[in-house]
């Protein structure tokens, strides 16, 4: 059974950041696409930043050169080091999974259940 769990959300002021987990198992960790999307209230869900087996990493035009992804293949952990954190980043974080090795948002198939992530100005 495939889970998700994540954890590090919360709230912080505008320019602070914040790092998310996402701790992962049955599944081939290590071998799937895995990612972080995010849905603001009343929006619709985004891809934010993602991660392939090579290690390959793209980021969403408003997560690059702020938010960093990555992850821990032999913890079965992704991780989403978010700095100079906006407002606009106000949203519920989700960790996903591919079900297979490619990055195509259709393919994500697998997600956790969330963690908030407040920025106030």
């Known amino acids: 059974q495939v889970q998700l769990v994540e954890s590090g959300g919360g709230s912080v002021q505008a320019g602070g950041s914040l790092r998310l987990s996402c701790a992962a198992s049955?599944?081939?960790?290590?071998?799937?696409?895995v990612g972080w999307f995010h849905q603001a209230p009343g929006k619709e869900r985004e891809r934010v930043a993602t991660i392939d087996r090579y290690g390959t990493t793209n980021y969403a035009n408003s997560a690059k050169g702020r938010f960093t992804i990555s992850k821990d293949n032999a913890k079965n952990s992704l991780y989403l080091q978010m700095n100079s954190l906006k407002p606009e980043d106000t949203a519920m974080y989700y960790c996903a999974a591919s079900r297979n090795m490619y990055c195509d948002t259709t393919y994500f198939t697998y997600w956790g259940q969330g963690t908030q992530v407040t920025v106030s100005s």
């Open positions: 049955g599944f081939p960790f290590s071998y799937f696409c």
